[in-house]
Every structure is written in C-alpha cells, then in structure tokens.
C-alpha cells in the first residue's frame, strides 16, 4: 500500500504522527478541501508527466492549471500526463493519492511557484484518503525537489 510507504518515509523525519487518514475521500482538490476544512487551493495537487521518456511530478496549487506554452518552454516537450496504469507503475502510488513522497527511485518533483503564496499547503501521502499540512519549507525539503518552476496559470490574484 502506497500510505504505507509514504509513512516509513516520514518516520526517517519523524514526522509520520503528522499523517492525516480522512473518513472521507481526498482523491480531488474539491473532496480534499471539503474533507480538511481548508480552501482548495491550498491542496497541493501532484500531477504525473512524462518528459523524455522519465517519470516527472509537478506538486502546484489546488486552483492551478498547467499552461502548455509554459510547460513547453520550460521542459522543451509538449505536456504528456501519464495514465493512471502508467502512474501506479512508474510513480508508485496510484491516481487519487499522488504525492512526491516515498516515491519511486528516479522520479523527479518538481515544485510550482503557484504554492508560494501559503504559509502552509495539504499534499496528499499515497492515498485517496490521506494528506499532511506542511510548511513550504517543508515541502521543499521533504519532496526532494530539484527546482521551483512556473508553469501555470489561473492562480495569479
């Protein structure tokens, strides 16, 4: 199970007690802010690409939208999202519950300026039931990302 592994992760941080397991569902922005009590665009969506033939993740805001011209410019391919087959596989947790933690070995994450704006923002952690609140810092630290990208739109104010 895919929480299974994000929690062994965390508990290298020591922060798995931070694990949130929701009653409800959480596969969506929408179901994630409704079942936390938060705005839903502070739900840190992961979106799971393709790029040169390697598995990339792009953790932004709940209300973002990748912008093709921006994604096209920064990455130098056309936006390919996987499929949810290809998700599981390559990512290790399945559509719903994506999140840059205790993923596959050689996924690269991401992060999008989009969540710059909180103070704190609620990933998901490999469950369409589960999330964490953390920090920017926090993320940025624990995703393991490589960079801060700015490849949306529809989230400026």
């Known amino acids: 199970m895919a929480i299974e592994a994000v929690k062994k992760y965390f508990a290298t941080f020591g922060i798995e007690d931070r694990i949130r397991e929701l009653d409800e569902s959480s596969a969506t922005v929408e179901l994630?802010?409704?079942a936390?009590?938060?705005?839903?665009?502070?739900?840190a969506k992961t979106l799971s690409f393709l790029v040169n033939d390697h598995?990339?993740?792009?953790?932004t805001a709940g209300d973002?939208?990748?912008d093709n011209a921006k994604y096209k410019a920064y990455f130098g391919a056309k936006a390919k999202m996987l499929t949810p087959d290809e998700v599981e596989t390559l990512i290790?947790?399945?559509?719903?519950?994506?999140?840059p933690f205790g993923i596959n070995d050689g996924v690269v994450v991401y992060l999008d300026e989009s969540l710059k704006r909180f103070s704190?923002?609620?990933?998901?952690c490999g469950s369409s039931n589960s999330?964490?609140?953390?920090?920017?810092?926090?993320?940025?630290k624990y995703s393991n990302s490589i960079a801060w990208i700015d490849v949306c739109k529809n989230w400026q104010p």
């Open 131 to 140: 999330a964490i609140e953390l920090s920017i810092a926090e993320l940025e």
């Open 92 to 99: 290790g947790h399945a559509v719903g519950g994506v999140c």
């Open 36 to 43: 936390l009590g938060c705005e839903p665009c502070r739900i």
């Open 120 to 124: 704190t923002v609620f990933p998901a």
């Open 64 to 66: 973002a939208k990748i």
């Open 32 to 34: 994630a802010a409704q």
């Open 55 to 59: 598995a990339i993740l792009i953790v």
